[in-house]
DNA sequence: GTCTATAATGGGATAGAC
DNA sequence: GTCTATCCCATTATAGAC
């Protein structure tokens, strides 16, 4: 709490006239990192487009805005714990419904037969492992847009295999 | 301090009779968790073979191994910051040297044409988020062959798109 | 709304008996 | 080598003046 109150340039006690309690304040931080992430980058999932048009929107957006907001994004995985049951299981919810949205699009990929992956979920688990990994080592004089890039492709082109042909082919 | 104690059947002062703080313990855990784990498994690497097949036999044994040791590894990442700074350094050094050593068989790769990435270095960063991501939702339910095959395909027929053909072909 | 001063709690570590 | 009892310090949070 003092760390915190120093950087805004008051006392830490200042703190309790704006926040009840430091929970409170892991708590704002993680419902931007998850409820705020999803209203803001979900709808892309849901415009005109192929699977992996749409996914790959939804990645390049996923790393920019992670690097935008890369400090608030620790706290929200480090501190989780720190958090009360309920406000920890609000939390991992929303990260659950982004987690079920990108896997819901690496299925329609899959259908469409963009996609050559067996297991849609697990797939939609490690793209964002990947993706999400970026917090704990990016720094500030990284080319973001060079960064992204290589990302959808890892992403799309590499673990989804969008182009790679598989036995099938016609969907349905 | 008490939590351990009693996960071993003693009291927490009792503890101090085997290590001399709570750091050394932390220590010890990551010291495993790097130092010990690179000795096991970066001889992998320089086996006969080639790159895709050396970094295929790595990637399997990594996630079989992330499994056993999950709990180890978890507390090695999040109490990284209980460390000394010379503790600290010293793992993170380690860890360093074992994704120095994923980019070079990577970098091998692409000069003989296997792997299609432009840049080894990132590519290597890639692959080692999305494994290291399975300790923070890995169950003991989990069929472990199956999750090793998904994750060697996702690396390496995925990510460093093994097969994939780019401009160039005979490589120097 | 910020400050100083001060509770109150929790957890790492020590002392000394057995 | 383990125990009980205790110390010690960091940190969250509160009280009350300004």
């Known amino acids: 709490m003092r760390e915190i109150a120093e950087a805004v340039g008051i006392k830490g006690a200042s703190l309790y006239n704006h926040f009840a309690s430091k929970e409170e304040i892991l708590h704002a931080i993680a419902l931007r990192m998850t409820r705020d992430w999803d209203e803001r980058h ?3 999932l849901d415009t005109e487009g192929t699977p992996d048009q749409r996914l790959a929107a939804l990645v390049r957006a996923h790393v920019l805005s992670l690097a935008e907001h890369r400090v608030e994004h620790l ?9 009360t ?5 609000q939390v991992v919810d929303y990260r659950r419904y982004y987690q079920r949205r990108v896997r819901d699009v690496i299925a329609a ?5 963009t ?8 797939a939609a688990i490690a793209v964002l492992d990947m993706l999400n990994g970026i ?9 973001l847009a060079a960064l992204a890039d290589a990302y959808v492709t890892y992403a799309v082109d590499g673990v989804l ?5 598989r036995g ?5």
């Open 42 to 44: 979900l709808p892309v």
């Open 75 to 83: 706290v929200s995985l480090r501190e989780l714990s720190a958090l």
């Open 85 to 89: 049951d309920e406000h920890r299981a």
């Open 109 to 113: 990929g899959v259908r469409a037969g």
């Open 115 to 122: 996609f050559d992956v067996e297991d849609p979920t697990r």
């Open 135 to 143: 917090v704990w080592w990016l720094r500030d004089d990284h080319d």
């Open 161 to 165: 295999g969008r182009g790679r042909t």
């Open 168 to 172: 099938g082919g016609t969907g349905s």
